[in-house]
């Protein structure tokens, strides 16, 4: 039986194909060709394109495969067979590397080479991934590197932030993943998913950029997940302007999601000043993401919204009455060669003068479209269903002694 189970395997990977599309993406498989399309066979699953979109096929095993004919000449319970092939699948650059290392674990949990080469650290006794490692020393991963949120703000501001230290080659091969995940053909779309996992995760940050602004609302939809799972700061501010612009309410929703995982106080601020935005669209999805956000100062710039005050003013008059014209004289001296003088204009005024200050007073800052968003936000944030009584609200913040925002502090 292992005879046989070899012989396929290697009988599989020896008619194993490359096709490279217009687009530049390289998908591995059984290729032919036939009446101008072009099938690609991998995993049991069949794909079709259009031969004037393919570039060029090539004829040959596969990575991918090579590796698959190797695996299956490993016992069940083989831990040293697997992490030599896992290191040659590192070193070759395939995906199927970390599902590699992860059969390791699977076989031998004790395994130390394997959970490092899967970026496990040991923390006070108990093994858990480096994300998890460097979040609870205080660091954050930005650019694939990891810093001081501090140290990441200023390279992020400055526009000095450096992409994650990854191969040309990567890089080059990320792109084309991106490019195909925004293409017309769903085929391509499809095959490019399942080449996500050959390229590092640092790669693929910058590149996933484009894919977010993708028609297709599915594949918007994958870039918001799979930044968001990365974690670089990088991303953070597409993901921002995501989950308030994007057409999909699937999209908003997942890119809230996201941008809460990141668990860094400052996102705050770039919805708590689109929540006074002129466009009511923007102030109820900035509304809806302070309210996913559950910061308690949300509260108060959502007062501040529906509640806007006005402050003292310095003392003013105000006359109320009626005034009146009338020649009062006529000045001759400066026309004496004239037939009449020139004449002398005055004024009288019938009423009374009014001295007054203006000591305060509140108005609403919304439109009824608007009100649902707020209340609901409101709702959200303090626990509290009053409606859409926002006095109520006001009332209850005042009570808890809730925090305030000050949005003067410049945040991004």
């Known amino acids: 039986m292992r005879i046989t189970l070899v012989l396929f395997f290697f009988a599989l990977a020896a008619a194993a194909d490359s096709v490279v599309l217009k687009s530049g993406l390289r998908i591995d498989g059984a290729v032919r060709e036939r009446d101008g399309k072009v099938f690609v066979t991998l995993d049991g699953k069949e794909r079709v394109f259009d031969r004037s979109r ?9 990575v991918r495969e090579e590796f698959r004919a190797r695996a299956a000449q490993l016992a069940a319970h083989d831990a040293a067979g697997w992490y030599r092939l896992a290191l040659w699948a590192k070193e070759k650059s395939a995906g199927q590397a970390p599902r590699a290392f992860e ?29 998890e490692a460097m979040a609870s020393k205080g660091f954050v991963l930005a650019g694939g590197r990891w810093l001081l949120p501090e140290e990441a703000d200023k390279l992020m501001r ?64 994958l870039a918001v997940r799979m930044l968001g799972r990365q974690g670089d700061r990088v991303a953070l501010p597409w993901l921002i302007q995501g989950s308030m612009y994007d057409a999909s309410p699937r999209v908003r929703a997942a890119a809230r ?9 400052d996102v705050f601020y770039p919805y ?24 308690p100062r949300g509260v108060d710039v959502v007062l501040r919204k529906v509640h806007i005050g006005i402050n003292a003013s310095s003392r003013v008059n105000i006359f109320v009455g009626t005034q009146s014209s009338y020649i009062q004289d006529f000045d001759v001296e400066i026309a004496q060669a004239a037939a009449i003088g020139d ?46 009584d926002f006095k109520a609200y006001a009332r209850y913040a005042k009570e808890q002694d809730l925090p305030k925002a000050d949005l003067s502090v410049r945040k991004s």
């Open 103 to 131: 059969r390791v674990l699977e076989i031998d949990p004790g395994h130390l080479a394997a959970r490092r080469e899967l970026g496990f650290e040991r923390v006070d006794g108990e093994w858990v991934s480096r994300e």
């Open 343 to 388: 004449p002398i204009v005055a004024t009288i005024r019938d009423g009374v003068i009014l001295d007054f200050k203006i000591l305060g007073g509140y108005g609403y800052g919304w439109i009824v479209e608007q009100r649902a968003a707020y209340a609901g936000a409101l709702a959200s944030l303090t626990g509290k269903d009053f409606g859409e």
């Open 158 to 221: 400055q526009g000095l932030m450096e992409p994650a230290r990854v191969t040309k080659e990567h890089r080059k091969r990320a792109r084309e993943i991106a490019a195909a995940l925004c293409d017309d053909d769903p085929e391509v779309r499809t095959a490019a998913k399942s080449l996500l996992d050959e390229v590092p995760a640092g790669a693929l940050v910058r590149p996933m950029r484009r894919v977010l602004y993708a028609p297709d609302e599915s594949t918007r939809l």
């Open 272 to 295: 708590a000043r689109a929540l006074f935005s002129q466009y009511a669209a923007v102030s109820i999805q900035a509304a809806n993401a302070l309210a996913h956000l559950g910061d």
């Open 257 to 265: 999601r996201a941008v809460k995982g990141f668990k860094d106080a």
């Open 54 to 62: 393919v570039r060029a096929i090539y004829r040959g095993r596969t």
